[in-house]
């Protein structure tokens, strides 16, 4: 499974971006799919993920309520809507596909990893 995270980039505070991750080889399209993200200095952090078929979705506490996380099945796709980010947003977002279905919070569910797109927020 290959996957490529892009959408990155320098933001101010209060703005929007969205990230996409596709996997051009179509091989995660029964997968769960989920974000994370790594700040520098910091550990992997969970942010959000969704189920196979576009359901099941489930957000870190920090994110809920601004990030969305989606999937285009057709597109082989799914994207990671950040609205109103915060300084604290800023990391290393990683896209990654679960063995099964639905994946959990855990990165260690998660064998399959594309490679990061940075995501910056100035104040």
């Known amino acids: 499974v290959q996957l490529q995270a892009s959408g990155g980039g320098l933001v101010q505070a209060g703005d929007s971006l969205r990230l996409s991750c596709t996997n051009p080889?179509?091989?995660?399209?029964?997968?769960?799919v989920a974000w994370f993200r790594q700040a520098a200095g910091k550990g992997r952090e969970f942010v959000a993920r969704v189920g196979w078929n576009g359901g099941n979705t489930f957000y870190a506490d920090s994110v809920k309520g601004r990030f969305t996380i989606s999937r285009d099945r057709a597109a082989n796709t799914v994207y990671l809507q950040m609205n109103n980010l915060k300084l604290e947003d800023t990391a290393v977002y990683f896209c990654?596909?679960?063995?099964?279905?639905?994946?959990?919070?855990?990165?260690?569910?998660?064998?399959?990893w594309g490679r990061g797109t940075l995501v910056t927020v100035s104040s």
């Open positions: 990654a596909a679960a063995r099964g279905a639905y994946g959990s919070s855990r990165d260690s569910d998660y064998p399959y």
């Open positions: 080889r179509r091989t995660s399209s029964n997968n769960g």
